[in-house]
């Protein structure tokens, strides 16, 4: 399961290559952005599919992504 809030804007020009919009959801307990988190095409949101790109840093109470 994803611990993340997902993304389901169909018309992100950037979908195929987001984490939140590409991981397979935990279906009865994963939480969606309410409205699209984008600004035209621009997402500060965004987290890269390719998890080669994704680095995590783990604190003692909190991850980074």
């Not at 994963?30 to 680095?55: G, L």
């Amino acid at each position: 399961m994803p611990d993340i809030s997902m993304c389901y804007d169909q018309d992100c020009p950037n979908r195929e290559k987001c984490y939140r919009f590409m991981a397979t959801p935990d279906k009865p307990y994963q939480s969606y952005f309410a409205i699209s988190p984008r600004n035209q095409n621009e997402c500060e949101y965004f987290i890269p599919h390719d998890s080669t790109n994704v680095t995590i840093e783990e604190n003692e109470d909190q991850i980074h992504l």
